[in-house]
């Protein structure tokens, strides 16, 4: 069974930065895209950043410009660096990648167990 795991996230101050990245564990025979989502309190997780295989970006309107997605793809780990934050940034996190575990099989999402990124002086 692949799991993905986060690592990064903490308490950081208003305009700091922050690194957040994720890995899966377990079997694996291709990755296709990768991104990160995040939840606020009372929120609806939204979508901020996507990559491709081949590196091709996406980043939602909010944090186009401070944050950016980025892959190294023969670490299977995906990477989101985030500047310039700012309190409304207080969320989980949480990585979404699509993993195909075998030849036969089809691209399936997995969802990495979050991470909570709190921004506050």
């Known amino acids: 069974q692949v799991q993905l795991v986060e690592s990064g996230g903490g308490l950081v101050q208003p305009g700091g930065s922050q690194r957040l990245s994720c890995a899966p564990s377990g079997t694996i025979f291709s990755i296709n895209t990768m991104g990160w989502y995040r939840q606020a309190p009372g929120e609806q997780r939204e979508l901020i950043a996507t990559?491709?295989?081949?590196?091709?970006?996406n980043y939602a309107d909010s944090v186009r410009g401070r944050f950016t997605c980025s892959r190294d793809n023969a670490k299977n780990t995906v990477y989101l660096q985030m500047n310039s934050l700012k309190p409304e940034d207080t969320a989980v996190y949480y990585c979404?990648?699509?993993?195909?575990?075998?030849?036969?099989?089809?691209?399936?999402?997995?969802w990495g167990q979050g991470t909570q990124v709190t921004v506050s002086s």
């Open positions: 979404n990648v699509e993993v195909k575990r075998n030849y036969y099989s089809r691209y399936v999402p997995v």
């Open positions: 990559i491709t295989r081949g590196g091709s970006t």
